[in-house]
């Protein structure tokens, strides 16, 4: 008898443990497991979401009182107790909307505006740069800066919490809905907008979970007035949305997963340690690497949000087409591309100005659209070479003669040419130091070594073959993707089913271990 009692003890003690790891697994924040598209854990929170929905979709207030705290509850899975500095910037540009849109001075309105700017740009360059222009002032003073996080102090101060204030953590997706608040602002000063009058549905356009960590960037004028409209998803919308998600998770998981962790990583992470002809494929690797993942995210995020009823904009377009680097700029990132002709390079005078003055326009554009994706001084030169071979190519068709010649092959060659240099450019963007992107750089040129193309090929033949693909399907005709998209569309929903049971089994087959963050997350 004691011997049982001692069991069922047993048992009461590891059911609770179980029941207390189930909760925290569900509802606590983990630093090492946050929320991604590609857990299980999000498609089972999104499945009990949209069962919600289905019952108070049709009320537009408690609808947005619903998506607001949801929003909240998978930033804070996301990235913690981050979502108040959300929450910061969302009742500052809210206010500030409102004071603008009564205020009668001009000067008045200017000043409502620097404050929006400074709150937020201030708390973005507070955690996105302070490293940088700690190490910068060092190096140029000779004196060590010391980095204290003062919010953490604060934290420890009032509440005794015990967290490290030395050290400051990049709270994920604050750059994306930072620019999405300003632009906010900014339209209301312009007299494109009017603020919204309710608060909640402004906090639920700003926290909108499928783009808030890594976008599309989206505009108040584009977003609120679906808060205001009728749910409304036709047979047709819920199978784009259907593909999109599809489409989305074979990019991230299957093509830029594998690649990244079989192959990109590894050369990387030691471009001495391997030849140039390696160091030459990585590079096209992780071209294709950032595109699926990028654009696999926003498929993703466009397909749940569309599940919702919302419709988010495009933010790619087969960028690897561009027949020069401004199409390439329409293409890539859209939405930030946008935003920074918009609400930077227009301001700065844009096209309007002189010759000279536009090429800076460009360049200080550039620089600093560089600087948006990191502090590192590796996305300067990414940013400020962009800019360059952007006044380049304002400036060439004025030096030589124009060629009429609009065939196929001079097509083929404008986008071979700006395909090479953009991947030429990644080089900047993901190596690990600048003295790691030389040191490729001098594998190619230097230590490319023939006689290793055949057995690293067949070493890495799968890996290849899957960049290849990859490459093939992103440069297939619009038409042909328009005609295989359309064709699941008005498939029958059991070869849907059939289709998603494959894919499943399929991601989870090549799915590695260590689930891989996104890498706009950290943006």
């Given at each position: 008898?004691p011997h049982l009692?001692?069991t ?5 003690i ?5 029941h207390t ?7 606590i924040?983990q630093?090492q ?6 857990q ?11 069962l ?10 408690l609808?947005?009182v ?5 929003s909240?509850?998978f ?6 107790f981050f979502?108040?500095?959300l929450?910061?910037s ?5 206010t500030i909307?409102w ?9 008045l309105?200017?000043?409502l ?10 708390i973005?360059?507070y955690?996105?740069y302070t490293y ?8 140029i ?5 010391e ?11 009032l509440y ?6 030395g ?6 997706g ?5 620019f999405q608040?300003i ?14 009058t309710s608060f909640i549905?402004?906090a639920?356009y ?8 890594a ?18 998803l ?15 998770l074979?990019k991230?998981?299957?093509?830029s ?23 030459l494929?990585?590079?096209?690797g992780?071209?294709?690497q ?16 569309l599940l ?6 495009i933010?790619?377009n087969s ?10 700029w329409?293409?890539?990132h859209?939405s930030l591309?946008t935003w920074l002709?918009?609400?930077?390079y ?5 096209n309007?100005t002189?010759?000279?003055?536009v ?8 620089l600093?659209?560089g600087?948006?994706?990191g ?8 940013g400020?070479l ?8 304002k ?8 060629v ?8 083929f ?6 395909f090479h240099f ?10 690990e130091?600048w003295n ?8 190619i040129?230097f230590?490319?070594?023939i006689?290793?193309?055949i057995?690293v ?5 799968y890996?290849?073959?899957l960049?290849a693909a990859?490459?093939?399907i992103h440069?297939?005709?619009a ?6 998209r359309?064709k ?6 059991w070869?849907?089913?059939i ?9 989870y087959?090549v799915k590695?271990t260590?689930l891989?963050p ?6």
């Open positions: 008898m009692v001692l069922r003890c047993n048992i009461r590891l059911t609770s443990n179980l790891e189930l909760i925290k697994e569900v509802f924040y630093a497991n946050p929320l991604f598209f590609t299980m854990y999000f498609w089972g929170f999104f499945t009990v979401v949209l919600f929905y289905s019952f108070i979709y049709r009320e537009k207030t609808r947005s619903y998506l607001f705290l949801i909240l509850f930033y804070y899975k996301s990235g913690g979502f108040s500095l929450l910061i969302t009742i500052t540009d809210y909307g004071l603008i849109y009564r205020s009668g001075k001009h000067f309105k200017k000043i505006v620097a404050i929006s700017l400074i709150v937020n740009l201030g973005l360059a955690f996105k940088f222009f700690a190490d910068l002032i060092g190096e003073s000779g004196y060590q800066v980095v204290n996080n003062i919010f953490v102090g604060w934290s420890n101060f005794g919490s015990n967290f490290n204030v050290l400051i953590i990049l709270p994920v604050i750059s994306f809905y930072t608040t632009s906010y602002t900014i339209d209301v000063y312009r007299g494109k907008l009017k603020p919204v549905d402004f639920f700003v926290s909108f979970f499928p783009q808030l960590v976008g599309p960037i989206v505009r108040a004028s584009h977003f609120i007035p679906q808060i205001y409209r009728k749910y409304k036709t047979l047709q919308e819920m199978s784009h949305a259907l593909f999109l998600i599809m489409n989305g074979i991230k998981v299957l093509i997963d594998t690649i990244s962790i079989i192959f990109v990583d590894r050369i990387f992470d030691d471009p001495l340690a391997h030849s140039g002809f390696e160091n494929m990585a590079l096209y992780y071209s294709l950032i595109y699926c993942d990028f654009s696999g995210y926003t498929d993703i995020a466009i397909g749940v949000a919702m009823g919302f419709r988010l904009p933010n790619f960028p690897y087409k561009a027949r020069n680097l401004t199409d390439f329409r293409r890539w859209i591309s002709r918009d609400y930077l227009i301001p700065l005078g844009g309007r002189g010759k000279s003055r090429y800076v326009n460009i360049f200080i554009t550039m600093l659209g600087l948006w994706h502090a590192n001084l590796k996305f300067v030169i990414w400020g962009h800019g360059i071979g952007l006044i380049f190519q400036v060439w068709p004025k030096q030589i003669k124009p009429r010649n609009k065939s196929g092959i001079r097509r060659l404008n986008i071979f040419i700006t953009v991947v030429f450019l990644w080089l900047f963007f993901r190596a130091s790691s992107a030389i040191w490729m750089l001098e594998q040129l230590d490319f070594k006689s290793l193309i057995p090929i067949l070493a890495y033949k890996i290849f073959v960049i990859g490459f093939v440069w297939l005709p038409r042909t993707k328009e005609w295989y359309g699941f569309i008005i498939t029958p929903i070869i849907k089913l289709l998603f049971i494959l894919l499943f089994f399929l991601l087959q590695s260590e891989q996104f890498i706009y997350f950290r943006f």
